[in-house]
């Protein structure tokens, strides 16, 4: 029974394909970040990007208990939800990445768990304003090692998003 905290259902009810012990994905795939209270968001899965990357419009460094820690916001788009979430992690790194148009940006990195398809994993998350890509999350191939295989000609094999119930049909 599909409640209204679970995000995914799988695909016409047909268990997701494997491949040598590796599950078989969409390019573009629905995702949770549990550790960030992030129920649903649309994901890019790059094997051309080694890092993974989450639209963050705004953060900063802060410290804790002595220790430096990132406070930042999703935004409502990123999540498809009314609203602005704060959220603060521990602060893993700040790492330059170069983009694949070879220009270098220093991101701020954190650890957290990817969560789809039955599958629940920690990865390093940079954040930065992907506010010109079309899809809020970008899913680097460090990420996906070992894991996964991606078939690049589809979308949505992991599941299909969970539509809240129209007026209409009410």
Same mark, same amino acid.
């Given at each position: 029974m599909t409640t209204p905290t679970d995000p995914i259902l799988p695909r016409n009810g047909i268990a997701p394909a494997e491949v040598d012990g590796k599950r078989v994905v969409g390019w573009k795939e629905w995702v949770s970040l549990p550790d960030l209270?992030?129920?649903?968001?649309l994901a890019k899965f790059d094997t051309g990007a080694r890092s993974s990357a989450?639209?963050?419009p705004r953060a900063r460094v802060i410290e804790i208990d002595g220790r430096p820690h990132v406070n930042f916001d999703l935004d409502e788009d990123?999540?498809?939800?009314?609203?602005v979430l704060k959220h603060t992690a521990p602060l893993v790194d700040l790492r330059t990445v170069k983009s694949s148009s070879g220009h270098a940006e220093? =991101? /701020?990195? %954190?650890h957290t768990t990817l969560s789809f398809a039955g599958l629940q994993w920690l990865i390093e998350l940079t954040l930065t304003d992907r506010?010109?890509?079309?899809?809020?999350?970008?899913?680097?191939r460090s990420?996906?090692?070992? =894991? /996964?295989? %991606?078939d690049?000609?589809?979308?949505?094999?992991a599941g299909r998003r969970v539509?809240?119930?129209s007026q209409k049909s009410r």
């Open positions: 209270g992030v129920p649903r968001l989450l639209h963050v990123t999540l498809d939800a009314s609203g220093q =991101r /701020l990195t %954190i506010s010109d890509m079309k899809l809020p999350m970008l899913v680097g990420a996906m090692h070992s =894991r /996964l295989i %991606i690049p000609s589809r979308s949505f094999l539509r809240k119930p």
